[in-house]
């Protein structure tokens, strides 16, 4: 399995562009994630979802939008890009039940808006 | 509703040295927890978790923690530093069978002098 994978690893945008992050995970895990970190602030979530069609907004999804059209595949849409949205993000995937609801993280993309 | 607290944004030790990274907890419901470590431009993997099993857990590495329901604590330990433990950690709770959002704490640095 190669887990979860994301790309780009880095971009460089400038204000007022607009970008994909693309994430992608091969477990058929139903629940994904999408982060922000900053430094020392730890992770803030942006959305979720819980299943193909399904998605919902978590702490900090202005700016952002998200697709789930498929178990797979979970992209986060930035339109117009911000000083603000400078940050590392990170997809996770989780799988539920059995004790597990442990999340499994991609290797994240280093966005810069200039 | 829930919440981390991880005391302490940078713990620094001597090579050799015990590890104790501090983690403590709210949750309304009994928590499913966890301690994440990310090492320099990576994503978060899982070191250890929790989950109503045993209170004492071990992870990989060497490092375990231990379930304090009365202390609302889930500390980590590891008897001997490394350098190669210098990263990142998270600790993270969710509520067992319920919400399936995770919250994190702010993270703590570890720095490993030789």
């Known amino acids: ?114 | 509703a829930q919440s981390v607290t991880q005391l302490g944004s940078h713990v620094s030790v001597s090579e050799g040295a015990l590890v104790l990274l501090r983690c403590n907890y709210s949750s309304s419901v009994p928590p499913y927890l966890f301690w994440y470590v990310q090492y320099p431009n990576q994503g978060l993997q899982l070191l250890l978790k929790y989950t109503s099993a045993a209170t004492l857990v071990k992870g990989i590495n060497g490092f375990e923690a231990e379930f304090k329901k009365s202390e609302t604590s889930f500390h980590l330990t590891k008897p001997s530093a490394h350098m190669s433990d210098a990263a990142e950690y998270f600790c993270a709770v969710s509520e067992a069978g319920g919400s399936y959002i995770p919250t994190f704490g702010r993270g703590t640095s570890l720095i490993v002098h030789p």
């Open chain 1, 1 to 114: 399995n190669a887990g979860v994978t994301q790309t780009p690893k880095f971009r460089i945008l400038k204000i007022g562009q607009s970008m994909t992050l693309q994430c992608a995970q091969d477990m058929n895990h139903n629940y994904m994630y999408w982060y922000r970190q900053d430094p020392g602030m730890g992770l803030k979530l942006i959305y979720y979802s819980v299943g193909a069609g399904i998605t919902d907004k978590g702490e900090v999804p202005n700016g952002y939008n998200v697709s789930r059209s498929t178990t797979e595949d979970f992209p986060l849409r930035l339109e117009l890009a911000a000083p603000s949205q400078t940050s590392v993000y990170f997809c996770a995937s989780m799988v539920r039940g059995g004790g597990r609801d442990e999340q499994f993280f991609g290797p994240g993309t280093r966005l810069t808006v200039l």
